[in-house]
Nanobody, 125 residues
Framework: VQLQASGGGLVQAGTSLRLSCAASGRTISTYAMAWFRQAPGKEREFVAAISWSGDHTYVANSVKARFTITREDDKNTVNLDMNSLEPDDTAVYYC???????????????????WGKGTQVTVSS
């Protein structure tokens, strides 16, 4: 079972990126999914989460109104659309699956059952 994140890169402030997380080996359709990020010298922090049903999303205050999380269960994929990127968004972004199925959200690293390997996002000013 693996989560593979992609879509990271080096971009200028004010631009957009879409990160995608593709799961292989099992379906993620019954699991809440999330994105976390970790900047150099900082702890891993919650960015956005989506419920297993897709009906509810949760976004950190620091990225609210700029980032959107969606899921495409037919593709076993979760996406993070990031708009109006800022230098403070620079980090390694990790997708994550909840440890327990059918929950509304996973917003704390201790609740994560499976981590992806991460993709680097660098925003230049």
């Amino acid at each position: 079972v693996q989560l593979q994140a992609s879509g990271g890169g080096l971009v200028q402030a004010g631009t957009s990126l879409r990160l995608s997380c593709a799961a292989s080996g099992r379906t993620i359709s019954t699991y809440a999914m999330a994105w976390f990020r970790q900047a150099p010298g900082k702890e891993r922090e919650f960015v956005a989460a989506i419920s297993w049903s897709g009906d509810h999303t949760y976004v950190a205050n620091s990225v609210k109104a700029r980032f959107t999380i969606t899921r495409e269960d037919d593709k076993n994929t979760v996406n993070l659309d990031m708009n109006s990127l800022e230098p403070d968004d620079t980090a390694v972004y990790y997708c994550a699956a909840d440890a327990t199925p059918y929950r509304a959200r996973v917003t704390d690293p201790t609740g994560v059952g499976l981590w992806g390997k991460g993709t680097q996002v660098t925003v230049s000013s």
